[in-house]
């Protein structure tokens, strides 16, 4: 007997805590609130969703701003990428 199951996931789209990404969201830049690509840090992965935590504030589609500076993405969304180029580790300690 097999049992159904969705497509395996690609090793290229998985995340890990510690990558370093960016991420397509409405964030400050000097005194101005731009929508852009913004560099983060991967803080929290489950099977559907993927948290990253930003240096700079960042908001809500609807306005409102993130206090944790943490927003969360599914896994394929094409708002979220892996940072090119980019294998340091130590990131984590500068946060």
């Known amino acids: 007997m097999t049992v159904p199951?969705?497509?395996p996931p690609d090793?290229?789209?998985h995340y890990q805590?510690?990558?370093?990404?960016?991420?397509?969201?409405?964030?400050?830049?000097?005194?101005?609130?731009?929508?852009?690509?913004l560099k983060g840090i991967?803080?929290?992965?489950d099977t559907k969703m993927v948290a990253v935590q930003?240096?700079?504030?960042?908001?809500?589609?609807?306005?409102?701003?993130?206090?944790?500076?943490i927003l969360w993405f599914l896994?394929?969304?094409?708002?979220?990428?892996?940072k090119k180029?980019?294998?340091e580790k130590n990131i984590l300690m500068d946060y």
């Not at 991420?23 to 101005?32: I, L, N, R, T, Y």
């Open 11 to 13: 090793a290229d789209d």
């Open 42 to 45: 991967v803080v929290q992965v």
């Open 85 to 87: 180029g980019h294998v």
């Open 75 to 82: 896994h394929h969304s094409p708002h979220l990428r892996k």
């Open 5 to 7: 199951y969705m497509r």
């Open 17 to 37: 805590v510690g990558d370093v990404v960016e991420a397509f969201c409405d964030h400050e830049k000097g005194s101005e609130r731009i929508k852009g690509w």
């Open 54 to 69: 930003f240096r700079s504030n960042v908001y809500l589609t609807d306005g409102w701003k993130v206090p944790d500076h």
